[in-house]
C-alpha cells in the first residue's frame, strides 16, 4: 500500500517558507498595534539587532550594516489615521566603484509619513493627485494599515534603503579612461597617403646599352 503524502505537513512547509520569505523582504520588524497607542502618542526608539542588519544587507545588496537605529513618534489624527515622524541613522559598508575599495557611508533619513485605514487609501490618494495641479508642496501618499498594524521597522528599513547611493566611491578616487596606443594605420590621412601613392605613375624602365 503506497502513502499518500501528509497535506498537513504539506501545508506547513508552504506555511513555513511563505514566513521565510516574508520575514526576508523585511528583515527588521517592529510592529506597533495602532489599537494599544495612546491618544497622547507614542515615541519609539529602534535599533536592528546584528542578525537583522545581517539581512537588511543582504536584501539591500549592501557589503554590511554596522548599525541601524531609529527615533519615531506615532501621533494620532482624525478619521484612525496616524502620523509617523522621526529620523532613521545607519552606517553602511560598501563598494567603491571607481577603486573597488570597501568604504563606509552613514545614512540619515526623514521620516514623515501618514499611515490611514486600508478604505480610506483611494480617497486619500486622489488628494494626493489633486495637490500635484497645484503650486503647493506636494505630500507623500498615505501608506496602509495592515491589519491594525503599522510596522516601524520595515518603514525605518525602507527609509534606509532610501538613503544608500547607488554610485559610492570614494572622495579622493578619480576616474582615468584607459590609454589606447595610437594606431598609425587609423590616423584620418593614412587613407589619403595610400590613394597617393596608388596613383603615383612608375618610373619607365631605360633600355639596355648594347
Known sequence: MIDKP???KS????????????????????PVAVAQIPETGL???IEAS??????????????????ANASLDVTPMSGGRFHVGGRVRARIGQTCVVTLDPILNDIDEEIDLIFAPPQQIPELSALVDDATEGDVEIPDPPEPIENGMI???R?????????????PRRP?????????AADPDSHPFA??????????????KKPKKP
Not at 508552504?14 to 527588521?28: E, H, Q
Not at 579622493?172 to 589606447?180: I, K, L, M, R, S
Not at 587613407?191 to 619607365?204: M, N, Q
Open 6 to 8: 501528509d497535506k498537513s
Open 50 to 67: 546584528p542578525s537583522e542588519r545581517v539581512q537588511m544587507a543582504e536584501v539591500g545588496d549592501l557589503r554590511e550594516v554596522l548599525s
Open 191 to 204: 587613407a589619403l597617403k595610400v590613394l597617393k601613392a596608388d596613383d603615383k605613375p612608375s618610373a619607365a
Open 155 to 167: 518603514l525605518a528599513t525602507d527609509a534606509l534603503y532610501l538613503g544608500v547611493d547607488p554610485y
Open 11 to 30: 501545508d506547513q512547509f508552504k506555511s513555513d517558507r511563505f514566513k521565510a520569505d516574508r520575514f526576508k523582504a523585511d528583515p527588521w520588524r517592529v
Open 172 to 180: 579622493d578616487a578619480v576616474f582615468e579612461p584607459p590609454v589606447e
Open 151 to 153: 510596522d516601524l521597522g
Open 43 to 45: 515615541h519609539l526608539d
